[in-house]
T-cell receptor, first 114, second 112 residues
Framework: AQSVAQPEDQVNVAEGNPLTVKCTYS??????LFWYVQYPNRGLQFLLK??????LVKGSYGFEAEFNKSQTSFHLKKPSALVSDSALYFC????????????FGSGTRLQVQP | NAGVTQTPKFQVLKTGQSMTLQCAQD?????MSWYRQDPGMGLRLIHY???????DQGEVPNGYNVSRSTTEDFPLRLLSAAPSQTSVYFC???????????FGPGTRLTVL
C-alpha cells in the first residue's frame, strides 16, 4: 500500500525567510510525486510534480521540491516566503503504473507572518 | 474549457435523506475520482473510475455509490445520509496514463 507522511501540522515562517514543508512517502515501484495547495474555501491547485529526471523540480509561484530516493522524501521549498503563500499544502504520491489512485498526506498549514 | 465542475457548492441534508453530487469534466479524461476532505485527515479516496462503465472502490466507499455511463460525468450518490458524511467532497480527473490530476471546486455537505 502507498502512503504519505507530512509530519508538521503547521509551519510558521517570517516573510522573506526561506520555507520548507516536509513530505515522506512509501510506494511500490517508481513514484509520481505531487504538491498541491489549497486556499481557504477553494479546491486544490497543482503546484509541481516529480515524474522522472532531475531531482530538483520547479513549479508555480516560485516553489520547488527536491526528490530524494534514498530518504523517500519530497520536501517543498521556497527561497523567500510571501504572506500570500499562507495556505494548506498537500503532498501526494502514486506509482507510475497508470490505474493507481493518488494518495494524499494529511496536509501542512503554512503561516507566513509579515 | 471549464475543467472539472461540481454541483452543488453547498448542501444541507437530514439524516436518512439521499442525494447525488454531480461532477463533470470536459478534458476527455478517462480517470475520474471522488475524495472527501476532513480536518487533519487530508483527502481520502471514496470511489474511482478508469473509464465509462468501470468503477472501483477506494479507501472509504461505504455509504456511497457511483456510476460512469459517459466519459464526462461521474456522479456520487449518498444512499442514506449520516452525520459522519458531513465533509467537503472533491471530484478529480486525469488521463489514465497521465500524471497531473485536476480537481473541481468542491461540494460542502452538512448532514444534520
Amino acid at each position: 500500500a502507498q502512503s504519505v507522511a507530512q509530519p508538521e501540522d503547521q509551519v510558521n515562517v517570517a516573510e522573506g525567510n526561506p520555507l520548507t514543508v516536509k513530505c515522506t512517502y512509501s510506494v511500490s515501484g517508481n513514484p509520481y510525486l505531487f504538491w498541491y495547495v489549497q486556499y481557504p474555501n477553494r479546491g486544490l491547485q497543482f503546484l509541481l510534480k516529480y515524474i522522472t529526471g532531475d531531482n530538483l523540480v520547479k513549479g508555480s509561484y516560485g516553489f520547488e521540491a527536491e526528490f530524494n530516493k534514498s530518504q523517500t522524501s519530497f520536501h517543498l521549498k521556497k527561497p523567500s516566503a510571501l504572506v500570500s503563500d499562507s495556505a494548506l499544502y498537500f503532498c501526494a504520491v502514486r506509482p507510475d503504473t497508470g490505474r493507481r489512485a493518488l494518495t494524499f498526506g494529511s496536509g501542512t498549514r503554512l503561516q507566513v507572518q509579515p | 474549457n471549464a475543467g472539472v465542475t461540481q454541483t452543488p457548492k453547498f448542501q444541507v441534508l437530514k439524516t436518512g435523506q439521499s442525494m447525488t453530487l454531480q461532477c463533470a469534466q470536459d478534458m476527455n479524461h478517462e480517470y475520474m475520482s471522488w475524495y472527501r476532505q476532513d480536518p487533519g485527515m487530508g483527502l481520502r479516496l471514496i470511489h474511482y473510475s478508469v473509464g465509462a462503465g468501470i468503477t472501483d472502490q477506494g479507501e472509504v466507499p461505504n455509504g456511497y455509490n457511483v456510476s460512469r455511463s459517459t466519459t464526462e460525468d461521474f456522479p456520487l450518490r449518498l444512499l442514506s445520509a449520516a452525520p459522519s458524511q458531513t465533509s467537503v467532497y472533491f471530484c478529480a480527473s486525469r488521463q489514465v496514463a497521465g500524471d497531473t490530476q485536476y480537481f473541481g471546486p468542491g461540494t460542502r455537505l452538512t448532514v444534520l
